[in-house]
């Protein structure tokens, strides 16, 4: 298995120096860590500790149930975990959610849909786009994640097959973050969080927030991330360019607003590496002159320095 040293580092190029106002709206869910292991004490002591934390402010403000409520069902006759789904109750149980006041429903297709994709690739037509936006503002494009970076690369690559799929409105899912739960290194989860934020997945932490480490705290509160994230212009990034052994240099990358673009550059080898994003492969003209913002792995365990050579890309 690979084992990363020098996870990653996410930059900014603003072509333009034009900051767009964001809107941030980030939730937390229990499964990840909790399981079915939930109850009133958790659920109250996780939405005082997003409070607490400063992390409702950064717009993590569903709790799956809280603050605004949100709840999570399944289109099945059973949820994963054997609870009742809505199968055939689709619309009693909408009604039953909105009269509670949850803002939020979770509904999982993850039951029904690789029946469904099955099916529809029976026909030819195994695109999610294809009914998924149909029925729900994401769709889960992946099986279960994990607490391993086996499990959170794996993933990362599935879902950018769908990246065309995505945009606002309706977002694919690669399920929720696993920062913080423990499997996976400082520099691992700084990977996790910036790509899928990059990817515009749906920012669902999975940890106990009521005891998070420094560590955690820095990762989910990057303000500039989560705004890369909630950009406006609701682009899915990619993987743009591999390189090295098992195609362990990649870059990813994708468009912001105010002719801004994304760039990752994500060092999956297991040694330290010098990586380079050509100008052409993140879309921009040989000639465009660019600044440079770096808005992840800084501070502790980020060894990222940029250097922009004249119109060429920087490394
Ligand atoms: C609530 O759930 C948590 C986490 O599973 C557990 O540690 C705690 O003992 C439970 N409390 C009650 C009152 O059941
Ligand atoms: C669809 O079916 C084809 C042919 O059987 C297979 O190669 C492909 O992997 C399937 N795609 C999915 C998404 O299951
Ligand atoms: C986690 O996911 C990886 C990759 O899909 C898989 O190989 C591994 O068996 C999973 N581990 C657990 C404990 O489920
Ligand atoms: C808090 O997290 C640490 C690991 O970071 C763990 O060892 C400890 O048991 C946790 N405490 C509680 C009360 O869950």
Request: include cysteine; aromatic fraction near 10%.
């Given at each position: 298995m690979?084992?990363?040293s020098d996870s990653?580092c996410?930059?900014t190029?603003?072509?333009?120096?034009l900051?767009a106002?964001?809107a941030?709206?980030g939730?937390w869910?229990s499964?990840?860590?909790?399981?079915?292991?939930?109850?009133?004490?958790?659920i109250k002591?996780?939405?005082d500790?997003?409070?607490s934390?400063g992390l409702a402010?950064l717009?993590y403000?569903?709790?799956?149930?809280?603050l605004?409520l949100?709840?999570?069902s399944?289109a099945?006759?059973?949820t994963?975990?054997?609870?009742?789904?809505?199968?055939?109750h689709e619309?009693?149980?909408?009604e039953?959610f909105a009269s509670?006041?949850?803002?939020?429903?979770?509904?999982n297709?993850?039951s029904?849909?690789?029946?469904?994709?099955?099916?529809?690739?029976?026909?030819?037509?195994?695109?999610?786009a294809l009914w998924?936006?149909?029925?729900g503002n994401?769709?889960?494009?992946?099986?279960d994640?994990?607490?391993?970076w086996?499990s959170?690369?794996?993933?990362?690559?599935l879902n950018?097959k769908w990246?065309?799929y995505?945009?606002?409105?309706g977002?694919?899912?690669?399920d929720?973050?696993?920062v913080g739960?423990g499997?996976?290194?400082?520099?691992e989860?700084?990977a996790?969080?910036?790509?899928?934020?990059?990817m515009?997945a749906?920012?669902?932490?999975?940890?106990?927030?009521?005891?998070?480490?420094?560590?955690?705290?820095e990762?989910l509160s990057?303000?500039?991330v989560?705004?890369?994230n909630q950009?406006?212009?609701g682009?899915q990034?990619?993987k743009v360019?591999?390189?090295?052994p098992d195609?362990?240099r990649q870059?990813?990358?994708?468009?912001?607003?105010g002719h801004?673009?994304?760039?990752?550059l994500w060092?999956?080898c297991s040694?330290?590496?010098?990586m380079?994003?050509?100008?052409e492969v993140?879309?921009?003209?040989?000639?465009?002159?660019?600044?440079?913002?770096?808005v992840?792995?800084q501070?502790?365990?980020g060894?990222?320095?940029?250097?922009v050579?004249?119109?060429?890309?920087?490394?």
């Amino acid at each position: 298995m690979e084992k990363m040293s020098d996870s990653i580092c996410v930059y900014t190029v603003f072509l333009s120096l034009l900051a767009a106002s964001l809107a941030i709206a980030g939730e937390w869910n229990s499964w990840n860590f909790f399981a079915c292991n939930i109850n009133e004490t958790v659920i109250k002591e996780t939405a005082d500790a997003l409070i607490s934390t400063g992390l409702a402010d950064l717009g993590y403000v569903h709790v799956n149930i809280g603050l605004k409520l949100g709840i999570y069902s399944d289109a099945g006759a059973f949820t994963c975990q054997v609870r009742p789904g809505s199968l055939y109750h689709e619309i009693d149980d909408a009604e039953i959610f909105a009269s509670w006041g949850f803002s939020h429903p979770l509904v999982n297709f993850g039951s029904k849909y690789p029946p469904m994709r099955d099916a529809l690739n029976a026909t030819g037509q195994d695109d999610p786009a294809l009914w998924a936006g149909k029925v729900g503002n994401s769709w889960r494009t992946t099986d279960d994640i994990n607490d391993t970076w086996a499990s959170m690369t794996t993933i990362a690559d599935l879902n950018d097959k769908w990246a065309a799929y995505a945009g606002p409105g309706g977002w694919n899912d690669p399920d929720m973050l696993e920062v913080g739960n423990g499997g996976m290194t400082f520099q691992e989860y700084k990977a996790h969080f910036s790509i899928w934020a990059l990817m515009k997945a749906p920012l669902l932490i999975g940890c106990d927030v009521r005891n998070m480490t420094t560590e955690t705290s820095e990762i989910l509160s990057n303000k500039e991330v989560i705004a890369v994230n909630q950009d406006p212009l609701g682009v899915q990034g990619r993987k743009v360019d591999v390189s090295g052994p098992d195609g362990c240099r990649q870059v990813w990358a994708g468009p912001l607003s105010g002719h801004r673009v994304v760039v990752a550059l994500w060092n999956r080898c297991s040694i330290a590496v010098t990586m380079t994003a050509k100008w052409e492969v993140i879309g921009l003209q040989p000639s465009t002159s660019v600044s440079v913002r770096f808005v992840a792995a800084q501070g502790s365990g980020g060894r990222c320095s940029v250097v922009v050579p004249c119109s060429s890309g920087f490394s």
